[in-house]
């Protein structure tokens, strides 16, 4: 099966809208749901549309759902979540074992959250916001509530990309962005941490693809990519997630109010209008 997902969805109206016409539009079989922004009817986006619905775990922006009195590490007291990804890293190297305690509760609460919304015959699937997961304190903590919480997962997301398929297309050697390069080699290593935590819980993903073209998400490179992936996928029996992220917003339609964004660049880039326009064309005509 191959799964191309939307994050980002329940920012805001527009952007959500977005994300929406490319649902309808037939491409997207994946969602990923903030669930400390605007609230997501998730009966109605599953009963419309058939598609598979994850838990956008956020511990970068918006508000904390756990008390902001008992995670003053991750959270102000207005409760406003305070630190990227790279913040994150950083406690994790310098004060782990506060954040373990304090990451804990705040992906309890919002665990517990999409639990009491979820549909009782959707699947609990889960990813994050930034991929902060990945960080070993951070993973380490979301397994724990997993297991304490007794969730049946159905599908994390781990956000490494096997670098075979870039390697035999050339003809892309020259349009990876240098960012989205450092951002893979730092997941990859990341997951060499967290790789023989998982093996033991035994946690179900797939392979995935989104973020070396991040933001250069086109038709062009995904016709020559997925391909390749799907004869891996094929090999070794595994499903495939791609990553788009289509819910672009202009500049005058901001409406972000008091909700703590600290990546507005990032929605409001052109970018995210190119992705969105790819998906578009690919619901046009099949990718090869």
Sequence with gaps: MIYFC?????????????????????V??????FPNFDRVDLHKLHNNNSIR????????????????????????????????????????????RKLETQVYKEIKAQVLFWKNILPE?????????????MIPVVFKSLLKVLEDEKINLEYMRIPTESILPYVKTPSL?????????????????????DKKRAEKYNIPTSYFFGILFSGRMDEKRISKILPKYVKMAEKHGKDIEVLFHPGYMNKSEIDFKDKNIAFKDFYLSDNRKTEFDSVIKISERSVP
């Design 173 to 193: 050697y020259f349009s990876h962005s240098a960012v989205n390069i450092i951002k893979q080699w730092l997941l990859n290593f990341l997951w060499l941490l």
């Design 6 to 26: 939307a994050d980002d969805y329940g920012l805001n109206e527009i952007s959500s809208g977005n994300i929406q016409q490319c649902i309808d539009k037939g």
């Design 121 to 133: 015959d959707v699947p609990f699937c889960i990813d994050s916001h930034q991929h902060t997961h």
């Design 53 to 96: 619905i994850s838990l956008h775990l956020n511990l970068v922006e918006g508000k904390c759902m756990a008390d902001a009195g008992e995670i003053d590490l991750l959270a102000d007291k207005n409760g406003n979540l305070k630190h990227t990804f790279i913040g994150l890293l950083r406690l994790n190297l310098l004060h782990a």
């Design 28 to 33: 997207l079989n994946k969602v990923s749901v």
